[in-house]
Antibody, heavy 119, light 110 residues
Framework: EVQLVQSGAEVKKPGESLKISCKGS????????IGWVRQMPGKGLEWMGI????????RYSPSFQGQVTISADKSISTAYLQWSSLKASDTAMYYC????????????WGQGTLVTVSS | QSALTQPPSASGSPGQSVTISCTGT?????????VSWYQQHPGKAPKLMIY???KRPSGVPDRFSGSKSGNTASLTVSGLQAEDEADYYC??????????FGGGTKLTVL
């Protein structure tokens, strides 16, 4: 059974850094793309980017390029989403999900990580 | 890269059919057969319902179907049931190795 387990909720101050994680199991982690989706409070889903853990090939939406860093550690089957300097507008639920690659859909989803940025 | 356009809301009575549209451009929906649909209940993670325009993952009821014409994709839910009440999002490949979601549609079962 494919499972994605995300790290717990975070409360941070503006300007702080943060790295949240997503651990995959039940499939070959290095053989499938994995991505991140943002959902701001009361809003819709936003496509952030995807990474192929096998070779770390990474693709970002223009809206998120330069704002976040997506990475993966294949030795522990874990993907990451990282900020160097958080803003209040980064407050959102963040979901990781396995990505089909060429057909561009997300199939298995994590439970979400709530990030709250407030002074 | 703009979000795909969906109606904010849709509704239907139990047993009826409802169709949700998703309008893009020739650079996304119209250019590729890579449209997918997701169901999200309040407080839950999204769930894949349709991929590659009209394919259903294992376990998704055949009451859910997808189609596309030109730059507009559609999700049809037939035989509406109470548990179908949720938010629905479309998504498409948008070129340049990126994807895009629609703004979402809140489906109400009357």
């Amino acid at each position: 059974e494919v499972q994605l387990v995300q790290s717990g909720a975070e409360v941070k101050k503006p300007g702080e850094s943060l790295k949240i994680s997503c651990k995959g199991s039940g499939y070959s982690f290095t053989s499938y793309w994995i991505g991140w989706v943002r959902q701001m409070p009361g809003k819709g889903l936003e496509w952030m980017g995807i990474i192929y853990p096998g070779d770390s090939d990474t693709r970002y939406s223009p809206s998120f390029q330069g704002q976040v860093t997506i990475s993966a550690d294949k030795s522990i089957s874990t993907a990451y989403l990282q900020w160097s300097s958080l803003k209040a507008s980064d407050t959102a639920m963040y979901y990781c999900a396995t990505h089909s690659g060429q057909s561009y859909y997300f199939d298995y989803w994590g439970q979400g990580t709530l990030v709250t940025v407030s002074s | 890269q703009s979000a795909l356009t969906q109606p904010p809301s849709a509704s239907g009575s139990p047993g009826q059919s409802v169709t949700i549209s998703c309008t893009g451009t020739s650079s996304d929906v119209g250019g590729y057969n890579y449209v997918s649909w997701y169901q999200q209940h309040p407080g839950k993670a999204p769930k894949l319902m349709i991929y590659e325009v009209s394919k259903r993952p294992s376990g998704v009821p055949d009451r859910f179907s997808g189609s596309k014409s030109g730059n507009t994709a559609s999700l049809t839910v037939s035989g509406l049931q109470a548990e179908d009440e949720a938010d629905y999002y479309c998504s498409s490949y948008a070129g340049s190795k990126r994807g895009v979601f629609g703004g979402g549609t809140k489906l109400t079962v009357l």
